[in-house]
């Protein structure tokens, strides 16, 4: 497994809809072994559940392997609920699903932080941080070391534009963003090369290069509407080529995880596109 990528990784999220065996351990060796696929995202979305024996057969059949293991905590999660007894389940979920990823030997955790409801940005702002902060702290109390990553947002009415996910990562240690390119599509409704550019630009100029050579990334298409349906990357709008020749450029490294309906074969077209580009 990796802590410090070396180039940029392309995983399914989730188990490989070709994949005969269903659970998390064989959906890895699965798209290690017969994709050749070098990253992963467990999806935690509906639940933390991987029991502590099989986290740790994950870690056993990675520690040798240079691959990127990370998951997607539970879509459940708001840091800004109204309600304290929710604020803990959010923290507590997060915490679960970081704590059994580390013990998998992963890489990194990424998060939908919440909502705004009726909250302002700003006040929204600093009740995610202080929720997040407790949930940093218990995870250094405990030394577990991974990456903890609120992710870009599609809806405006959800926490989770570029400059909030970049200030987190600025104030409190361990957290960085995960760049969902399809949901900064839908809530920015451009898809030119120039806007994409800009993000990476501001990451490297608000947080280090340091951080561009650890990234997670999310891609696939979406749909426009209410919802942001993801879409397969061929049949959308999604300028995913210069997307990955811009990675390219700026010398990316991290993991890309296609959250395509088709899973892994955005996976694999994307690895594919991206290993000819000189
Ligand atoms: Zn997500």
Redesign the pocket.
């Known amino acids: 497994m990796v802590k410090h990528p070396k180039k940029l990784h392309f995983g399914p999220a989730g188990v490989p809809l070709s994949s005969k065996k269903r659970d998390t351990l064989n959906g890895i060796k699965y798209a290690y072994e017969e994709l050749n696929l070098d990253g992963f995202e467990i999806e935690f979305t509906y639940g933390v559940k991987l029991k502590e024996d099989v986290a740790n057969s994950i870690n056993e059949y990675l520690k040798d392997k240079e691959f990127i293991l990370t998951c ?1 905590a539970p879509y459940y999660i708001n840091l800004n609920s109204t309600e304290e007894s929710k604020i803990n389940k959010s923290i507590d979920m997060l915490y679960n699903a970081a704590r059994l990823l580390y013990l998998s030997g992963g890489y990194s955790v ?1 998060f ?1 932080p919440g909502w705004y409801l009726n909250n302002s940005k700003e006040e929204t702002y600093n009740v995610v941080k202080e929720n997040l902060k407790k949930l940093i702290d218990k995870l250094k109390d405990e030394s577990i070391d991974i990456y903890i990553r609120p ?1 870009t947002m599609e809806l405006p009415k959800k926490f989770g534009d570029i400059d909030e996910v970049i200030k987190l990562s600025q104030d409190i240690e361990n957290v960085l963003p ?1 760049v ?1 390119f399809a949901h900064l599509r839908y809530r920015s409704n451009r898809n030119d090369i120039d806007y994409f550019r800009e993000i990476l630009d501001k990451i490297e100029n608000e947080l280090g290069r340091e951080v561009l050579n650890n990234m997670h990334i ?1 891609m696939s298409g979406i749909t426009l509407d209410k919802k942001g349906t993801h879409l397969n990357l061929e049949e959308s709008d999604m300028p995913w080529k210069d997307i990955l020749r811009l990675l390219k450029e700026y010398k990316v490294k991290g993991v890309v995880i296609s ?1 395509s309906p088709n899973i892994e074969q955005d996976a694999i077209r994307m690895r594919d596109y991206y290993k000819k580009l000189k």
Do not use: M, T
């Open positions: 997607h990424v939908h992710e995960a969902d999310h959250e």
